[in-house]
């Protein structure tokens, strides 16, 4: 279910009972405040923290489940895998209670909406936002698998995109340690059909892998629209992967870039030990390095399409077990389908960053000139905009000079105000590769949109992707934007810098960009 978000589910059911749990304080510190999503298991109410004076998310399992002790430990089993995982691209876990017949995880709150939201909207997404999003949850796995935890259901409404740009790995629930395979009984299944690995269906052993299969399968769905595998039933879609290969992107999408055409391929080999043997390698060959492919060849070259043959999937048909599978098979998993608890509903990660003094690849670039400089402050209070009138200075050419946010008392700002930017409007719409920025030292963090649009008056960062996020940053630094297109480019800070005689604000002295003319 997609949890932990705030303000994304209006349509939420609010039944008598849950009408009835308003206001409810579990254990004698979290006040359930308004409803906010519901799923098969849980439900999730935004929350307070009376003790710390903070939002948070509190999700509660049904109270028809939280009498059975097998979907409290799986419930359990999330808080403590997610508390296992130290890394800011998974949904942080701040406690759990028990208390009046209740089981309850608390959370941290997010403004976001999810993938899924997001691909059932647009159709698909472009090459660009696919990497990006696949960068942030590929940095999550590899979180979780240095943790020793497979997450076992990534698809795309356990991945939110929040509104500053944070991209979360959400939903732990059926996460178990490397190498186990079962958290419920024997024969049962768990997991998204459209999206399980070779191997889950199997019952095999799991590792990280199997993550990295089901993460191929959700880009690839980002870009095409549709799942590399489909069928009649979710049955049938599962099967589908163990002896048909999935089409090459670029057969269904035409600007479909090669490189990440023979990337996800190779994530959805069907065989573990022909897909990439960690999250690193995957992320490297996102970020354009070598495709190396494990094992004997898949039959591709990576300057034609795609043309996988009945032979290579030789290792799941030259036994009399390959050839009995598919039959035994349709029968788990239409069994398994039906088992009550399965899961069948359907940024953190900076771009490579300069550090002080050195330098990005040689990139033949030019910079881009710029029309005018503006603020962004959605979300202020009082007189509008944010010390306007110094906005043109982080582009005046001298550093002595520069914009300043205003003065806080908090870090993260204050209420529900979540960040303040200031943005480059560019002469023409661009590729931006490069974008430099030479700002104060004390430690701030925030994102790079770069967007379609002429001024910030009508900007929604709700459903959009930052080109790039930065954090702690103490001085200049430049970022690697991958060509994001667009006319502005948005300085999003969401984290102030530390603070001077008790206050908090961020300097940018000055800021830059570099690119091509975008065609079209």
Partial sequence: MDETRAGTNPGAPITSASAGLSGLVLASRYRLDRLIGSGGMAQVWEATDTVLARRVAVKLLHPHLAADPQFVQRFRQEAKAAARINDPGVVGVFDTCSDQGHEAIVMELLEATTLRDLIDERGSLDAATTERIGLRVLDALEAAHRADLVHRDIKPSNILLCRDGRVKLADFGIAVADGQTQLTQEGSLVGTATYLAPEQLQHQDLDGRADLYSLGVVLYECLTGRSPFEGDTAAAVALARLHTP???????????????????????????????????????????????????????????????????????????????????LIVLVGAALTVAGLLVRESRVEEPVAAPGSSLPSVELEPLAIARVGTFDPQGSGTRGENDGDAPNVADGEPGTGWRTELYDERGFFGSKTGVGVALVLESRSLVDRVRIQSSDDGWSGSIYVIDAESTDAIDLGNLVPAAQVDDVRGTLEVDTRGAPGRLVLLWITQLGDPTDGRHSVRIDEMSARGRPARG
């Fill in 246 to 328: 999935p089409l090459d992107p670029r057969q269904l999408r035409v600007d479909v870039p090669a490189h990440l055409a023979e990337v996800l391929m190779v994530a959805l080999s069907v065989d573990p030990d022909h897909r990439f043997a960690s999250a690193a390698d995957f992320r490297a060959a996102l970020l354009g390095g070598s495709v190396h492919i494990p094992g004997p060849p898949t039959g591709f070259e990576s300057d034609a399409l795609v043309d996988l043959h009945d032979d290579d999937l030789e290792s799941f048909t030259s036994s009399e077990r390959g050839w009995l599978l598919p039959a035994m």
